[in-house]
């Protein structure tokens, strides 16, 4: 018996880490709703998912744009009736160098895309999750959030707030009483395009001298990350909802967690 078609919508897929989850997602029989900005990758990304049996689509927004997230959700509502799965990927890591010589127009937009993006999603989404009554929200994290990461003040900054937004953010799911569960997801060391910038822009090579050989001998899988959120996403893990999850976790052998268990907390 063949199961209902899932969709999960993945914003930022048209690159990185993002489209690696595309692919992944596709190949596991979702519908993939990608978002992304470039023109020429949103084709591409798009010529890809055509080829799986249940064929993806994608849509250029930019999830600085409340209006354009809202849109998008408002969309896929009326085309598609349910969402199942909604991932907040997009991600950038531009302001690089201590934090006085920082660009104050790129540290801001930084955070607005790795923070207020996600906050976008989610806003946008969870109506129509608690209208539809069950859904689950994955958000990325990164480098910098349980350990300081310098000369990359906003990315971290903002990617410490996503982890702490999605801890405050599972508890307001709890007292609706639906079935929506949210994570916040850390991929590890990718081989990117964001981690290829720091190996190539003036800035990278000084700040991040040793970014090549970190990734020589320490990348994840491109796998990896799209591996740990499809567990996520099929509710293997529901024990790390409102918590921290990283790609080396053993997610589906926990039973159970301490309740300060991956979360922020002062580690004594």
Not at 88 to 96: D, F, L, T
Not at 110 to 122: C, M, W
Request: charged share 25%; proline share 4%.
């Amino acid at each position: 018996m063949m199961r209902e078609l899932r969709t999960v919508v993945i914003t930022g897929a048209t690159s990185g880490i993002g489209r690696n989850m595309a692919l992944y997602f596709a190949d596991k029989g979702y519908k993939v709703i990608g978002t992304g900005r470039d023109t020429e990758r949103i084709t591409a990304l798009q010529e890809e998912l055509d080829g799986f049996p249940a064929p993806g689509r994608v849509f250029q927004v930019d999830v600085r744009r409340y209006e354009e997230m809202k849109e998008l959700v408002s969309h896929l509502e009326s085309e598609l009736g349910t969402i199942h799965v909604w991932i907040n990927n997009a991600g950038v890591n531009r302001a690089i160098g201590p934090t006085w010589e920082a660009d104050p127009v790129t540290w801001a937009d930084d955070v607005d895309i790795n923070l207020l993006g996600t906050f976008y999603g989610v806003h946008a989404i969870v109506p129509m999750m608690l209208r539809q009554g069950f859904g689950r929200i994955i958000n990325l994290i990164g480098g910098g959030t349980t350990h300081a990461m310098k000369h990359s003040n906003a990315y971290g900054t903002a990617k410490t707030a996503v982890a702490r937004f999605t801890e405050n953010l599972a508890e307001e799911l709890d007292e609706t009483g639906a079935p929506i569960k949210v994570f916040a997801l850390n991929p590890g060391l990718n081989d990117s395009e964001m981690t290829r910038a720091l190996r190539a822009t003036p800035e990278g090579k000084r700040y991040f001298p040793d970014m090549e050989e970190w990734i020589r001998s320490g990348a994840a899988n491109p796998q990896e990350a799209p591996a740990c959120a499809y567990k996520l996403a099929e509710g293997l893990a529901d024990q790390y909802h409102g918590r921290m999850v990283t790609i080396y976790d053993s997610i589906t052998e926990a039973s159970s967690l301490e309740p300060d268990q991956y979360k922020l907390r002062m580690q004594r």
